[in-house]
């Protein structure tokens, strides 16, 4: 349980009629709650409210691997369907990182919180984000409402996708309490490709050019000079598109990594790794691939370091930049640990799209009881 | 008409007819307005044929800012806007009102960017489906989506939608390779959602939007996810006695591993209308899987043998491999025409149910019984990977009687789908088909909510009304959007 604040209550709920009843009663009393599932993802320090955790609304209801199928409560750990899912040769191939090295956080991770975060690592570039692995949710809205959207097939457009809302929503729109997500095949074979001594600019290059090809790069990311490709697949299918990689990108290619190393290696880019341990403010900038050599020289100017994932496309910047000066470089950036930084996370929105998003919060949330302020822009 | 009631035009909206044609005149080119009877006729239903309508006018579009002032007049004059892509909807997705004004993405047909470098293509929304891909081809680059009507079916329809496809196995439907629209809302004011940056920081709008069947706004330009083609494709085609032993079949191919890119099933009846109208060679058996796999050679062998190895413990009756681009395309020719060949036998109605792939068995063997006791032919061709059946219900347009009996029929499955853990629909969408349907597989609260989201895109419910919710659950949404 996180509790950074002494003097508030905590709330854990045990099923989701007690958390039904629950936000009822604060919706009655207009009483702000500030929501976690393990709180080892999101900063909510400055939410008001009591806090009230889902990590009590545990279990997993069905996991049907023939079905590439898994749903489990929300308060399910991380750890345990990841065990369940790798016993059957699977995986949630949407990768979520472990924030809790670096936002110094010790609690367990959930299902609920990796998918209210849309927590997505370096495979979303292959295999998409949380939310497209999303089936189906079920949630309790800020009025005390139990109820539920989309299912747990594959295929389904009966109706709005309010399972796209709630995820990456972190709390705001509804309390999760089920989610039904697509499970895949976990690739029984991977390896490494390192380049050492590049530019972010040649590194970009480097992700494009290997990307256009059709071997399935599962990983692109650049850390201190050094720019990673990780190729993955079924026995062969693996070793045919690592030659054919090195092929293509020789003589650059200066290490070769074998499975554990590569394990260990993307274990530490997915969960930034090389930013933990630190106070400093860190930054999320998404950008479109070609642009983000520009946008690391801009930040690194401001001071600090700067980590690409995502092929170029997802920007981490570590350091003391101003929120005005990281924004004028990157107006898409979210600060993910602030490190003594006030205002606000999320990035300012076009009048028309916050005034959509504030009309949506209205219809979910009409007293503004659910995580108010966390998502402000 | 059957048995799929519509609101009654309102007579208000009739009388104003000339001048809301005029209003409409006076803002966009002359060719842009469609309001002849001769002419609106060719708009008056889209593929769900049996429900006709034709439109107070028709506007066509060449611009975003053309949609817009269009959306923007209808706003202000209070008349219901239809959108409508290639009308290939099998839902009514786009079948007009009498009092509406279809707004028609068909002339937005420019191709604004080819980003290999960035991995997007960005388009005006009334391009087709397959030309998105010819488009990439000389790139190297495809958009994975390929519904079966995408020779016709534009990229607005697809977003509409959300449509899939049989390769959304691997590759995911619309959605998951949408990255950014244009969209004007009933207002006329446009938005931009997404980009060519991978997600959003905020709300999801652009998820929401994906698959809302023309009731949240307009989208104009979209900016599409696109993938470097494969070395090569090669599909193998199994043949079952016994439909249960066909199901398992596709759960051990999942199960092992192999994700291929598609897993397509026929069954008896479908493949007998096959044999007699493609002649494509296929086995005369219970149940046919059609399986691709992709990569270069040696993966394709690679993953061939894994599955002939888990098929071949199910005995099977036939396991034929293609050596060749003439055997493939062989393989795939009798489902690719299956549609065709159905239509040879009579009138059908495609259904477009989903079930967890565990309950097909089950679900082909109540579909049978539910077709002794409708008295109706049924024959099954589906998506068989994710569990996206389509039964083809037979009947006789000319008998009296006949098409209501179908959809009774088909209104059963559709129930036995959600009984069994799945869904309405997977593809096709809700349109007016399914609509007085939903109560089936939501309750009141989950409905009324999806009604108040759509209300803060369109107050006034002049969007698409009266399509995807129960009539007589929005009825007091639409009454009160009118007095806005």
């Known amino acids: ?377 | 008409m059957s048995g799929i009631a519509m609101p009654a035009p309102d007579a208000a909206i009739l009388a104003r007819a000339p001048q809301i044609v005029a209003a409409l005149r006076a803002a966009l080119p002359t060719d842009a307005v469609i309001w002849d009877p001769e002419e609106t006729r060719a708009y008056e239903c889209d593929a769900l044929t049996a429900y006709r309508c034709p439109p107070l006018a028709v506007v066509l579009p060449r611009t975003t800012a053309e949609v817009a002032a269009a959306m923007r007049i209808c706003h202000d004059l209070r008349v219901p806007v239809v959108p409508r892509g290639a009308g290939t909807s099998l839902a009514g997705g786009a079948l007009p009102t009498a009092d509406c004004v279809i707004i028609a993405t068909l002339r937005l047909r420019d191709v604004l960017k080819i980003d290999t470098q960035n991995r997007f293509i960005r388009v005006q929304t009334g391009v087709t489906n397959l030309s998105v891909s010819a488009e990439l081809e000389a790139h190297g680059f495809f958009y994975a989506p390929d519904p079966s009507s995408q020779l016709a079916c534009t990229i607005a329809g697809n977003i509409a939608m959300n449509s899939g496809g049989a390769h959304c196995l691997k590759y995911g439907v619309t959605t998951n390779n949408l990255m950014g629209a244009t969209v004007v809302l009933p207002t006329g004011e446009v938005v931009e959602l997404g980009g060519p940056e991978m997600g959003p920081a905020g709300l999801d709008l652009l998820g929401l939007l994906c698959g809302s069947e023309g009731q949240l706004g307009i989208v104009t330009e979209a900016t599409l996810r696109i993938l470097p083609r494969p070395e090569g494709a090669r599909p193998v085609l199994i043949g079952f006695d016994d439909p249960e032993v066909a199901g398992e079949c596709v759960a051990r191919i999942i199960r092992s591993g192999v994700l291929p890119v598609a897993i397509e099933y026929m069954d008896d009846v479908c493949l007998r209308a096959v044999e007699s109208f493609a002649r494509a060679g296929y086995p005369d058996c219970a149940a046919v899987l059609i399986v691709e796999v992709e990569g270069s050679p040696a993966e394709i062998d690679h993953q061939i043998a894994r599955i002939r190895e888990i098929a071949g413990a199910l005995n099977p009756v036939e396991f034929r491999e293609s050596r060749n681009a003439d055997e493939a395309m062989a393989i795939w020719k009798g489902r690719k025409s299956a549609f065709g060949a159905m239509g040879r036998l009579g009138d059908y109605i495609c259904l477009d149910g989903t079930v967890p792939v565990g309950q097909l068995p089950h679900t082909l063997k109540m579909i049978g019984e539910l077709s002794r006791q409708h008295g109706l032919e049924v024959a099954n061709v589906f998506h068989a990977g994710d569990g996206n059946m389509h039964p083809l219900i037979l009947f006789d347009a000319n008998t009296p009687g006949d098409l209501a009996r179908a959809e009774a029929f088909g209104a059963d499955i559709l129930r036995l789908c959600v009984e069994v853990g799945g869904c309405l629909t997977g593809e096709h969408g809700v349109g007016i088909e399914k609509r007085d349907l939903m109560g089936s597989q939501y309750d009141a609260p989950d409905l009324d909510i999806q009604m108040a989201v759509k209300d803060v895109f369109d107050p006034r419910w002049l969007l698409n009304p009266a399509k995807v919710f129960p009539l007589e659950a929005s009825r007091p949404w639409r009454e009160g959007g009118a007095g806005r």
């Open chain 1, 1 to 377: 349980m996180i509790l950074d604040h002494p003097s508030r209550a905590a709330l854990n709920p045990a099923s989701e009629a007690e958390l039904a009843a629950l936000i009822a009663q604060r919706f009655a009393a207009r009483q702000p709650l500030r929501i976690a599932g393990g709180g080892t993802r999101v900063e909510t320090g400055a939410v008001p409210g009591d806090v009230l955790s889902t990590a009590a609304i545990g279990g997993v209801v069905t996991y049907e691997p023939g079905e590439m199928t898994l749903i489990a409560r929300a308060g399910t750990s991380l750890d345990d369907i990841e065990a369940m899912l790798a016993a059957e040769g699977q995986a949630l191939a949407f990768e979520p990182a472990d924030m809790r090295g670096l936002l110094g956080r010790n609690g367990t991770p959930t299902i609920g919180g990796v998918v209210a975060a849309n927590a997505s690592g370096p495979r979303r570039l292959l295999a998409g984000a949380c939310r497209d692995h999303l089936l189906g949710v079920r949630f309790v809205d800020g009025q005390g409402r139990v109820l539920k959207n989309g299912g747990r097939v594959m295929k389904n457009v009966t109706g709005l996708d309010l399972g796209k809302l709630l995820c990456g929503a972190h709390g705001t729109l509804g309390v999760l309490t089920e989610v039904a997500l697509k499970t895949l095949p976990h690739l029984p074979d991977r390896c490494t490709l390192g380049l050492h001594g590049v530019t972010v600019e040649e590194a970009v290059a480097i992700f494009s050019a290997a990307l256009a090809t059709p071997f399935e790069v599962s990983g692109a990311a650049f850390r201190d000079g050094s720019a990673w490709l990780r190729v993955e697949g079924l026995g062969p299918q693996m070793t045919y598109r690592r030659d054919r990689l090195l092929t293509l990108l020789k003589p650059r290619v200066a290490e070769l990594l074998d499975d554990v190393s590569t394990l260990a290696l993307w274990r530490e880019l997915r969960d930034l790794a090389h930013f933990a341990g630190s106070d400093a403010p860190l930054w999320r900038v998404l950008v479109k691939p070609s642009d983000a050599p520009a946008t690391v020289r801009a930040l690194q100017a401001l001071g600090g370091e700067a980590s690409l994932d995502w092929g170029g496309g997802l920007v981490w910047y570590c350091g003391p930049g101003t929120a005005q000066a990281v924004r004028q470089v990157a107006p898409h950036a979210t600060l993910v640990r602030r490190g003594g930084l006030a205002g606000p996370a999320f990035p300012p929105q076009a009048p028309a799209v916050a005034r959509l998003s504030a009309g949506l919060r209205r219809v979910f949330d009409p007293a503004g009881i659910l995580n108010p302020g966390l998502m402000d822009s």
